[in-house]
């Protein structure tokens, strides 16, 4: 697992869940994630992240998401991103 700053976040309309892609600072690799209904774009860009960068690359759609963002979801489907207390 690493912590790293996403860089920028975008709508990505080419899946049927409504999506995002981020650029993580891991030597800059890509994720789709599903959380448009808990965070914006604006949000997200500059937010640390805990994600695991060792697994093998998964295709979604048009893009190669090359890490999986660790978040916990409460009781009412909430997602929330882990993060830290302090940067880093």
Do not use: H, W
């Not at 976040?9 to 869940?17: D, E, G, I």
């Not at 914006?40 to 998401?65: D, H, M, R, W, Y």
């Amino acid at each position: 697992m690493r912590v790293e700053t996403i860089l920028t976040a975008t709508k990505f309309p080419k899946v049927n869940n409504p999506s995002y892609i981020l650029t993580i600072d891991f030597g800059i690799k890509k994720n789709s994630v599903q959380i448009t209904d808990f965070y914006t774009t604006k949000e997200l860009i500059g937010k640390q992240v805990i994600a695991v960068v060792n697994f093998p690359n998964k295709q979604i759609a048009s893009i190669q998401s090359k890490c999986l963002i660790l978040n916990g979801i409460g009781n009412e489907k909430n997602v929330t991103l882990l993060s830290l207390e302090k940067s880093m």
